[in-house]
Structures are given as structure tokens and as C-alpha cells.
């Protein structure tokens, strides 16, 4: 009897330890509504357990009940429980052609020779493309959060990462330094890291992730790519938590070309670093050159999933991420793919769907697109949204509950998340209880610009 007075009082005290920290961690995420709901529930829950206890005085086989409850809670929350499966791929029967993304479009200007090439090729996406051009350019007045003093600021360092993509490859040295594979693996991310990146990987490079013909940049536009690097090395920079949190004002795309700048300098250092080496190596950065594409190469690599929002979904930062890559010759130790429940998760939560301003990312299931199973994400529609607003809006990685930073309590329900199926349905619905199932922001937009 004494055992299960113990046991129950140690339960309370657990109970009171975990929403204290839940407390105390939404007083970091500056999350008004979760610090009242934990300030409430310690009250309430702790009153009934304890203040149960002491004025009905039950006999110790009924303090088993809400033991008993709690301790099946707890193991079904951590045990490995559900199917949790990675994003299926089948065959990847096509490239995609660089010229076809949406970012280089915006850039073919009427009366132009890409323009006539690019619609002649691809009469069909001129319409909604010539929608577009009509909005305001990112960044550029006009634009609802267009600020005349932050704007260029931000234009200013995209300007800055605009110049590195004419260092992205170079001269390899002639003579070819003897490698340890293990140990040029550690010493090339050990270098990734120190220079601000968070995570990690490498991965053979699968060659249908390579583009299949040239679209931004300054090599020759609609030339094939080649890149027959054997090896990936790609990398993650978190986003800090409080700019994400302005989403979709101007500080998270500030916070953007931030992450984007270092990237940049992170991935032309290393390709030069491995060329001096006598390896071939080509830096893949923002502004307008990339050879591969980031997200799935990533995946490969065991950064994270990709999630219905189109991000790479990362076990400790979300989709709160900028990537870069750079692929080379270099032998390497390649890491693996990771899985930790995500698309079981995404599946169950959608609110990343729920707060897209432009109805850019699907509620249903997931359809295959070019043998991969995914969410496809209505690119055009966001990217109109981006240049009415002027900023690159970042809502779906604000709401995104992986978004939330590594506090002890998050890092705990990460757990739980990553082995069992009924942690995530009950993690999606604690998120939306807590934090809210939709963020407030100015509904503004007018449906016949999408
Ligand atoms: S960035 Fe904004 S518009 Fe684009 S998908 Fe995310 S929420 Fe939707
Ligand atoms: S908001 Fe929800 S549905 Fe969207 S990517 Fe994040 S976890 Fe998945």
C-alpha cells in the first residue's frame, strides 16, 4: 500500500515537472496562449491529483486507477507503436529542367530571346507566368510589406551572395593529396560545422537529382547540365526561432538571405578547400545556381524528410532550415536516410495547409510526382503570394509544430513522435490546443491573383 501511495505521489510530481516545463519553454517561445494553458492545467490537474488525494482520502486500490491510466499513456506515447514509413520512391523515370522553375521564370522578361524560347517551349505556363510578372518583384516597392529602409537591406545581401556564384568551381590543383576516407569525411564536416552549419550528411549523388538543363546563373541558359560527381556533401543552418516567428513580415526573409549568405560562403570555401586537394568539387548555392536539387539530395544525405510543406523536416529544427551542398570526387563516408515519422505525422496535422494564405500546399493525400510519393506543392501560387506581399512569407514553417526550438520538453515530445503512432496524433492535436490551429495575419489577399 505505502508502495502505491509513493508511486502515486511521484506521478504528481512527474505530471507537475512536465508541465512546468511545457510552462517554461512556451515562456521562451514567447507563446502567451501555451504559458496560460500550462499555468491553468498545472493548477487543475495538480489540484485534483494531490488535492484529491488529501480530502477524499481513497483507499490505494483507487489511486491505482489514475496510475494505471497515466503509465498506459506514457507507454503508448514512447513504445514503438504504428506504422511509420519514409517518403516512397519508385522509379525517377525524369530530370527536372531547371528553366521550368518557378524562380528562374520570373525572370524571363518580355521581348527577351529566353522569353520567346522559354513559352515557345512551354506555351502552357505562359499565362499564369505573365499573372505573375504583373505583381510587384520580391523585395521591390509595391509589395504590401514592402519597407523602403529594410527591403534594399535585404536585396542588398542577396546582391552579396548573387557575386559567389561565379566562384562556385574553379581550378583543381594537379597533384591529388593520398586520403583516409574516415578521416577526410571528419575533417569535411568538422569544417561545415565550425562555420555555422547544424547538421551534416553525405550521400552519393543520384544523378536524376541533377537538373537537366541550365536556368539561372551565369553559365549558358538552357544548356545540359553536367555533373558527374560521385558524392553530396550537403549541410543544414537553422533559422532563428524569433525572425521565423515574424512570418510573413519582412524579418524572416531577412533571417533568410542571412542563412543563404553563409551557405554560400560555407560551400564555395569547401569546394575550393577539396580542390586544393586535387578533387574535383562545384559549390550548389543561392542565387540563381544550383546544379542539384537541395531537398531530396538532403534526404539522402539523413538530414531530415520532406514534409507536406515542400521543406526538408529536420528530428531537432523542423523545417526551420537553409540548406547547402557542394558535390565532388572526393571518396567519402556516406551517411543514411533517416525516417522519424513524418509523413505518418504529416498526414495527421495539416496545418501547415490549414494557414497557407495562397491554398499553395494540398490537403489530401500524397500523389506520385516523377516516382516520388509526395504532397505537391502548388509552386506558382506561392510565388504569386511572395511578390503581392514582398516578402517570402514563411507562414507553413512558422506553424509547423517541428518548428518549434530543441527546449527539453519539444525534445521529449520528439521522441515520443519519432517511435509511436499514437504520440503523433496526440502531439498534432496537443499542438493545435496550445499554440493555436490558426495563426492570426492580414487576410488580405485577393483570390484573382492566384
Ligand atoms: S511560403 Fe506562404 S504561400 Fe508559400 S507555401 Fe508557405 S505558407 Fe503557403
Ligand atoms: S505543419 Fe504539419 S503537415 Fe505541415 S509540414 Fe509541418 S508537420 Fe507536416
Redesign the pocket.
Known sequence: MIIVVFLYFAAGFLLLLFLALLAVSSLIEKRPRAVVLSALLIIIVELAWFGGYFWLDPPFYILLIPLAVLTVFILLFFIPLGESWPLKITAITEKVDERDVVFAREEYRPGTEKYEKYYTLRPENKNIDDRMRRLPELLQPGGRYYDPVGSPQIDAVFGEIEKLTYEVDGEITQEKENVNPEKITRQVKGMVLKQGAVEVGVTELNPMYVYSHVGWGPETWGAPIVNSHRYAVVFALEMDYYNVETA?HLPITGESARQYLVGAKISVALAAYIRSLGYSARAHIAGSNYQIMLPPVAQDAGLGELGR??YLISPKYGPRLRLGAITTDLPLLTDKPINFGVQDFCEKCLK?AV????G??PRDGQVNVRGVEKWP?NVE??LH??RYIGT??????KVCPFSHPPTLVHNLIRAGIRRSSFARTVSAWGDDLFYGKKVKYERFIEPEIL
Open positions: 510573413p510543406l515542400g501547415c494557414n497557407c494564405p495562397s499553395a500546399i506543392l501560387k506561392c503570394y511572395w517570402d512569407c514563411g507562414l507553413c514553417m
